[in-house]
């Protein structure tokens, strides 16, 4: 039997990877901000609920709160730098950030916010509550619809759709998101620190 060693509780989230990654997006007024997160669940079936976690330092957390809504853009690999940068710059810094990180925007189906252009599937929410958790908030959300692409019936056939999954922050010589594919390929995206 394989011995197993103590890791810090600190990173005890990275057991959980490689994680599919979802783009977040939400916008309030002029103002539009996506940022990758892996740190979202469902909740409930009926209602479908969902949960996701976002730091309150975050210029997206600030959109959030004001719109009282957002949405999970599920994504292609073949979008693999676009969650890097989109990672990696802050809005609030770059109003270029989207264009920077080659994502466009369109209106969301049933909520006042936007989708990301291309994804393969979408989940547009209303936020219902927010709960502190530490340094980040947990944003407790109700599905209002959702939609995707024909690969998606019941469960992903993984024909036309392959995830992108989040591999985690690789720290070697030079810094890099880690992706994988479904064929376990990894995309080594370099990291920009914002």
Not at 1 to 9: D, L, Q, T, V, Y
Request: aromatic share 12%; net charge positive; hydrophobic share 40%.
């Amino acid at each position: 039997m394989m011995e197993r060693k103590e890791i810090s509780p600190a990173k005890a989230y990275r057991l959980f990877y490689p994680n599919v990654v979802a783009l977040l997006s939400t916008s309030f007024n002029d103002d539009a901000d996506v940022m990758p997160v892996i740190s979202y669940c469902s909740l409930s079936f009926e209602p479908a609920l969902f949960g996701v976690a976002i730091n309150p330092k975050s210029f997206t957390y600030t959109l959030v709160k004001k719109s009282g809504c957002f949405t999970l853009n599920i994504v292609n690999i073949n979008m693999a730098k676009s969650v890097a940068f989109s990672g990696d710059i802050s809005a609030k810094d770059r109003k270029d950030k989207l264009s920077i990180a080659g994502i466009s925007l369109e209106k969301a189906r049933k909520i006042k916010g936007k989708v990301i252009k291309g994804a393969a599937a979408v989940i547009e929410c209303t936020v219902l509550e927010t709960v502190k958790t530490g340094d980040h908030d947990f944003f407790v959300a109700r599905c209002e619809t959702a939609y995707a692409i024909d690969d998606f019936e019941d469960y992903w056939k993984y024909k036309n759709y392959s995830p992108a999954l989040y591999a985690g922050l690789h720290k070697g010589k030079k810094k890099s998101r880690r992706f994988a594919n479904m064929s376990r390929r990894f995309t080594h995206i370099p990291y920009r620190s914002s």
